[in-house]
Protein backbone atom coordinates (compact mmCIF):
# COMPACT_ATOMS: atom_id res chain seq x y z
CA UNK A 1 0.00 0.00 0.00
CA UNK A 2 2.89 2.30 1.18
CA UNK A 3 4.38 1.96 -2.56
CA UNK A 4 1.24 2.41 -4.36
CA UNK A 5 0.38 5.24 -2.55
CA UNK A 6 4.02 6.74 -3.14
CA UNK A 7 3.97 6.22 -6.68
CA UNK A 8 0.63 7.62 -7.30
CA UNK A 9 1.53 11.05 -5.14
CA UNK A 10 4.63 11.25 -7.32
CA UNK A 11 2.54 10.60 -10.09
CA UNK A 12 0.47 13.76 -9.48
CA UNK A 13 3.36 16.05 -8.28
CA UNK A 14 5.07 15.25 -11.31
CA UNK A 15 2.28 16.33 -13.61
CA UNK A 16 1.41 19.31 -11.62
CA UNK A 17 5.17 20.56 -12.17
CA UNK A 18 4.77 19.57 -15.76
CA UNK A 19 1.36 21.66 -16.52
CA UNK A 20 2.68 24.68 -14.29
CA UNK A 21 5.90 24.72 -16.06
CA UNK A 22 6.66 22.70 -18.62
CA UNK A 23 9.79 21.15 -17.05
CA UNK A 24 9.79 19.09 -13.47
CA UNK A 25 10.50 20.76 -10.41
CA UNK A 26 12.86 17.84 -8.73
CA UNK A 27 15.28 15.63 -9.54
CA UNK A 28 13.54 11.81 -9.95
CA UNK A 29 14.12 8.49 -11.35
CA UNK A 30 10.78 7.20 -12.48
CA UNK A 31 8.70 6.53 -15.91
CA UNK A 32 6.95 9.69 -17.60
CA UNK A 33 4.46 9.07 -20.45
CA UNK A 34 4.90 9.95 -23.82
CA UNK A 35 2.75 12.68 -23.62
CA UNK A 36 4.58 14.03 -20.56
CA UNK A 37 7.76 13.83 -22.35
CA UNK A 38 6.84 15.45 -26.03
CA UNK A 39 5.73 18.40 -23.83
CA UNK A 40 9.27 18.61 -22.33
CA UNK A 41 11.03 18.09 -25.89
CA UNK A 42 9.22 20.74 -26.95
CA UNK A 43 9.79 23.09 -24.34
CA UNK A 44 10.25 26.91 -26.01
CA UNK A 45 13.19 27.01 -23.76
CA UNK A 46 16.05 25.24 -25.07
CA UNK A 47 18.00 25.11 -22.24
CA UNK A 48 15.05 23.45 -20.34
CA UNK A 49 14.64 20.80 -22.31
CA UNK A 50 15.90 17.28 -21.49
CA UNK A 51 18.68 14.91 -22.94
CA UNK A 52 16.78 11.90 -24.77
CA UNK A 53 18.79 9.38 -25.00
CA UNK A 54 17.76 6.48 -27.64
CA UNK A 55 19.85 2.92 -26.37
CA UNK A 56 18.50 0.60 -29.20
CA UNK A 57 21.16 -1.83 -30.36
CA UNK A 58 20.55 -1.54 -33.79
CA UNK A 59 21.73 1.58 -35.18
CA UNK A 60 19.60 1.18 -38.56
CA UNK A 61 16.53 1.63 -36.26
CA UNK A 62 17.78 5.08 -35.22
CA UNK A 63 18.41 5.98 -39.29
CA UNK A 64 14.92 4.67 -39.68
CA UNK A 65 13.26 6.45 -36.74
CA UNK A 66 13.37 7.89 -33.49
CA UNK A 67 12.07 10.28 -31.13
CA UNK A 68 13.17 14.12 -31.71
CA UNK A 69 15.96 15.39 -30.24
CA UNK A 70 17.31 11.66 -29.12
CA UNK A 71 21.02 10.71 -29.18
CA UNK A 72 21.76 7.81 -30.10
CA UNK A 73 23.99 5.86 -26.95
CA UNK A 74 24.21 2.57 -28.08
CA UNK A 75 23.55 0.35 -24.40
CA UNK A 76 26.47 -2.01 -25.43
CA UNK A 77 28.93 0.77 -26.28
CA UNK A 78 28.95 0.67 -22.52
CA UNK A 79 30.49 -2.95 -22.00
CA UNK A 80 32.99 -4.93 -23.02
CA UNK A 81 35.16 -8.27 -22.53
CA UNK A 82 37.27 -8.47 -19.48
CA UNK A 83 39.37 -11.45 -18.58
CA UNK A 84 37.73 -13.67 -21.14
CA UNK A 85 34.17 -12.75 -19.17
CA UNK A 86 31.91 -11.07 -21.88
CA UNK A 87 29.84 -8.06 -21.63
CA UNK A 88 31.57 -6.79 -18.46
CA UNK A 89 30.65 -3.09 -17.55
CA UNK A 90 33.79 -0.86 -18.65
CA UNK A 91 35.89 0.82 -16.21
CA UNK A 92 34.99 3.82 -14.87
CA UNK A 93 36.97 6.40 -16.56
CA UNK A 94 35.87 5.03 -20.13
CA UNK A 95 32.42 4.81 -18.79
CA UNK A 96 32.44 8.10 -17.66
CA UNK A 97 33.95 9.72 -20.96
CA UNK A 98 31.57 7.82 -22.97
CA UNK A 99 28.51 9.40 -20.52
CA UNK A 100 29.72 12.56 -21.15
CA UNK A 101 29.98 12.96 -24.99
CA UNK A 102 26.14 11.41 -24.68
CA UNK A 103 25.90 14.38 -22.74
CA UNK A 104 24.75 13.28 -20.12
CA UNK A 105 24.53 15.80 -17.25
CA UNK A 106 24.04 16.26 -13.88
CA UNK A 107 21.82 19.47 -14.10
CA UNK A 108 19.20 18.03 -16.93
CA UNK A 109 16.54 15.32 -16.73
CA UNK A 110 17.76 12.11 -18.76
CA UNK A 111 14.54 10.83 -20.94
CA UNK A 112 15.58 6.87 -21.88
CA UNK A 113 13.84 5.15 -24.45
CA UNK A 114 14.12 2.29 -27.17
CA UNK A 115 11.60 -0.36 -28.85
CA UNK A 116 10.75 -3.99 -29.75
CA UNK A 117 7.69 -4.07 -28.31
CA UNK A 118 7.07 -8.04 -28.25
CA UNK A 119 8.72 -11.00 -26.76
CA UNK A 120 11.07 -12.27 -27.98
CA UNK A 121 12.81 -8.53 -28.35
CA UNK A 122 14.04 -7.18 -25.08
CA UNK A 123 14.97 -3.87 -26.35
CA UNK A 124 13.22 -2.46 -23.02
CA UNK A 125 16.39 -4.01 -21.09
CA UNK A 126 18.75 -1.60 -22.89
CA UNK A 127 16.60 1.69 -21.63
CA UNK A 128 16.64 0.11 -18.10
CA UNK A 129 20.83 -1.11 -18.08
CA UNK A 130 21.17 2.88 -19.25
CA UNK A 131 19.55 4.25 -16.37
CA UNK A 132 20.89 2.44 -14.00
CA UNK A 133 24.40 3.45 -15.57
CA UNK A 134 23.03 6.64 -14.88
CA UNK A 135 22.23 6.25 -11.47
CA UNK A 136 25.12 4.80 -10.52
CA UNK A 137 27.23 7.42 -11.96
CA UNK A 138 25.36 9.85 -9.74
CA UNK A 139 22.84 11.11 -12.29
CA UNK A 140 19.51 11.79 -9.96
CA UNK A 141 16.94 13.35 -12.77
CA UNK A 142 15.84 10.18 -14.63
CA UNK A 143 12.72 8.65 -16.64
CA UNK A 144 12.45 6.07 -19.02
CA UNK A 145 9.74 6.83 -21.74
CA UNK A 146 6.26 4.22 -20.80
CA UNK A 147 5.90 2.35 -23.79
CA UNK A 148 9.23 3.42 -25.54
CA UNK A 149 9.18 4.42 -29.37
CA UNK A 150 6.02 2.01 -30.04
CA UNK A 151 4.37 3.75 -27.09
CA UNK A 152 4.97 7.54 -28.98
CA UNK A 153 3.63 6.33 -32.18
CA UNK A 154 0.24 4.75 -30.60
CA UNK A 155 0.30 8.34 -28.66
CA UNK A 156 0.17 9.41 -32.24
CA UNK A 157 3.64 11.48 -32.48
CA UNK A 158 5.73 11.20 -34.84
CA UNK A 159 9.31 9.87 -35.32
CA UNK A 160 12.21 11.81 -37.19
CA UNK A 161 14.89 10.78 -39.13
CA UNK A 162 16.97 13.85 -38.39
CA UNK A 163 20.09 13.21 -36.47
CA UNK A 164 20.40 15.03 -32.90
CA UNK A 165 23.85 15.17 -31.02
CA UNK A 166 24.14 16.39 -27.14
CA UNK A 167 26.69 18.77 -26.33
CA UNK A 168 29.11 17.13 -23.95
CA UNK A 169 27.43 16.48 -20.52
CA UNK A 170 29.32 17.03 -17.39
CA UNK A 171 28.49 14.33 -14.35
CA UNK A 172 28.13 14.54 -10.36
CA UNK A 173 31.21 14.48 -8.15
CA UNK A 174 29.60 11.85 -6.46
CA UNK A 175 28.73 8.37 -8.02
CA UNK A 176 26.14 5.89 -6.49
CA UNK A 177 28.35 3.24 -6.44
CA UNK A 178 26.40 1.37 -3.70
CA UNK A 179 23.80 0.00 -6.03
CA UNK A 180 26.10 -2.16 -7.59
CA UNK A 181 27.11 -5.71 -5.55
CA UNK A 182 30.12 -7.70 -6.41
CA UNK A 183 29.73 -11.52 -6.26
CA UNK A 184 31.95 -11.86 -2.92
CA UNK A 185 28.62 -9.64 -1.32
CA UNK A 186 26.31 -12.03 -3.16
CA UNK A 187 28.09 -15.15 -1.52
CA UNK A 188 28.29 -13.83 1.58
CA UNK A 189 24.39 -11.94 2.01
CA UNK A 190 22.74 -14.17 -0.05
CA UNK A 191 21.04 -16.78 2.51
CA UNK A 192 21.12 -14.61 5.65
CA UNK A 193 17.78 -13.32 7.26
CA UNK A 194 16.29 -10.26 5.81
CA UNK A 195 18.13 -10.93 2.16
CA UNK A 196 16.36 -12.11 -1.01
CA UNK A 197 18.77 -13.01 -3.93
CA UNK A 198 16.22 -13.03 -7.00
CA UNK A 199 16.74 -14.40 -10.98
CA UNK A 200 15.31 -12.42 -13.49
CA UNK A 201 15.92 -14.32 -16.63
CA UNK A 202 13.26 -16.67 -18.05
CA UNK A 203 12.39 -20.16 -16.33
CA UNK A 204 14.10 -22.08 -18.44
CA UNK A 205 17.20 -19.92 -18.42
CA UNK A 206 16.52 -20.17 -14.44
CA UNK A 207 16.47 -23.98 -14.55
CA UNK A 208 18.84 -24.68 -16.62
CA UNK A 209 17.05 -25.49 -19.58
CA UNK A 210 18.83 -23.18 -21.94
CA UNK A 211 21.93 -24.22 -24.86
CA UNK A 212 23.37 -20.53 -24.05
CA UNK A 213 25.09 -20.32 -20.67
CA UNK A 214 28.32 -22.41 -19.68
CA UNK A 215 26.93 -23.38 -16.88
CA UNK A 216 23.39 -24.40 -16.14
CA UNK A 217 21.34 -23.10 -13.61
CA UNK A 218 21.20 -20.47 -10.77
CA UNK A 219 22.84 -19.18 -7.94
CA UNK A 220 21.54 -21.50 -5.03
CA UNK A 221 19.04 -20.11 -3.20
CA UNK A 222 17.53 -17.56 -5.50
CA UNK A 223 14.35 -17.28 -6.22
CA UNK A 224 12.99 -16.91 -9.88
CA UNK A 225 10.42 -13.79 -11.02
CA UNK A 226 10.57 -13.09 -15.12
CA UNK A 227 10.99 -9.78 -15.79
CA UNK A 228 8.91 -10.02 -18.62
CA UNK A 229 6.23 -10.22 -15.96
CA UNK A 230 6.16 -7.01 -14.64
CA UNK A 231 5.70 -5.24 -18.38
CA UNK A 232 2.50 -5.58 -20.44
CA UNK A 233 2.28 -8.30 -22.86
CA UNK A 234 1.03 -5.68 -25.99
CA UNK A 235 4.02 -3.77 -25.06
CA UNK A 236 6.88 -5.25 -23.10
CA UNK A 237 8.17 -1.13 -23.27
CA UNK A 238 5.00 -0.40 -20.74
CA UNK A 239 5.53 -1.15 -17.20
CA UNK A 240 2.54 -2.57 -15.18
CA UNK A 241 1.15 -0.56 -12.14
CA UNK A 242 2.45 -1.80 -9.14
CA UNK A 243 -1.05 -2.79 -8.31
CA UNK A 244 -1.42 -4.96 -10.98
CA UNK A 245 1.85 -7.09 -9.64
CA UNK A 246 1.99 -6.67 -6.04
CA UNK A 247 0.55 -9.95 -5.56
CA UNK A 248 2.55 -11.59 -7.75
CA UNK A 249 5.61 -10.27 -6.29
CA UNK A 250 4.22 -10.96 -2.62
CA UNK A 251 3.89 -14.83 -3.99
CA UNK A 252 7.90 -14.70 -4.82
CA UNK A 253 8.58 -13.74 -1.80
CA UNK A 254 9.74 -10.01 -3.25
CA UNK A 255 8.66 -7.88 -0.67
CA UNK A 256 9.61 -4.49 0.86
CA UNK A 257 11.14 -5.31 4.29
CA UNK A 258 14.23 -7.20 2.42
CA UNK A 259 17.11 -6.15 1.41
CA UNK A 260 16.90 -7.16 -2.43
CA UNK A 261 20.01 -8.56 -4.90
CA UNK A 262 19.04 -8.85 -8.56
CA UNK A 263 20.48 -10.77 -10.91
CA UNK A 264 20.36 -12.37 -14.44
CA UNK A 265 22.67 -13.43 -17.77
CA UNK A 266 24.44 -10.22 -18.18
CA UNK A 267 22.59 -7.46 -15.81
CA UNK A 268 19.70 -6.39 -18.31
CA UNK A 269 17.45 -7.95 -17.03
CA UNK A 270 18.29 -7.76 -13.32
CA UNK A 271 18.49 -3.89 -14.19
CA UNK A 272 14.66 -3.61 -15.27
CA UNK A 273 13.68 -5.91 -11.88
CA UNK A 274 16.12 -3.72 -10.10
CA UNK A 275 14.18 -0.45 -11.77
CA UNK A 276 10.59 -1.77 -11.41
CA UNK A 277 11.14 -2.61 -7.87
CA UNK A 278 13.02 0.47 -6.30
CA UNK A 279 11.59 3.30 -9.02
CA UNK A 280 7.91 2.28 -10.03
CA UNK A 281 7.09 0.44 -6.44
CA UNK A 282 8.86 1.89 -4.15
CA UNK A 283 11.49 -0.59 -2.53
CA UNK A 284 13.94 0.81 -0.22
CA UNK A 285 16.23 -1.89 -0.27
CA UNK A 286 17.63 -2.88 -4.24
CA UNK A 287 20.37 -3.51 -5.82
CA UNK A 288 21.94 -4.99 -8.40
CA UNK A 289 24.89 -8.19 -9.00
CA UNK A 290 26.71 -6.65 -12.22
CA UNK A 291 28.82 -9.74 -13.49
CA UNK A 292 25.41 -11.66 -13.57
CA UNK A 293 25.20 -15.22 -14.05
CA UNK A 294 28.16 -14.98 -17.17
CA UNK A 295 30.32 -14.17 -14.08
CA UNK A 296 29.49 -16.32 -11.58
CA UNK A 297 29.84 -19.44 -13.58
CA UNK A 298 33.54 -18.32 -14.75
CA UNK A 299 34.84 -16.54 -11.76
CA UNK A 300 37.28 -18.33 -9.29
CA UNK A 301 37.84 -21.24 -11.75
CA UNK A 302 34.28 -22.26 -12.17
CA UNK A 303 34.30 -23.43 -8.09
CA UNK A 304 31.09 -21.92 -7.18
CA UNK A 305 28.06 -24.10 -6.91
CA UNK A 306 24.67 -24.33 -9.14
CA UNK A 307 21.50 -25.24 -8.94
CA UNK A 308 18.91 -26.74 -10.94
CA UNK A 309 16.15 -26.95 -8.57
CA UNK A 310 13.56 -23.69 -7.75
CA UNK A 311 14.21 -22.23 -4.61
CA UNK A 312 11.55 -20.45 -2.81
CA UNK A 313 12.07 -17.58 0.13
CA UNK A 314 12.41 -17.54 3.46
Known amino acids: MFATTRHSVKSLILGAALLASGVFARADIGIISPTEAKKLI?????????????????????????????????????????????????????????????????????????????????????????????????????RIIDGGLPGWKAAGFAPTQEYFGNPKGSLPSKANRGIALKVDEVIQNKDKAGFLLVDARPKNEYLGQDEIWLRKGHIPGAVSFHWARLMEKDNTHKFKPFSQVKADLEAAGITPDKQIYCYCGTSREGSLLRFYLKHVAGYPNVRLYEGAWKEYVWTKGKSLPAELTESKAH
Do not use: C, W
Not at 77 to 91: E, I, K, M
Open 42 to 142: ENPDAKARPVVLDTRGGYKDYFRGHIPTAHHLEFDTLRGTDQGVPVQYLPEDLTQQLLIRAGVDKKRLHLIYATGEALPNDEILSASMVAYVLEKFGVKDI
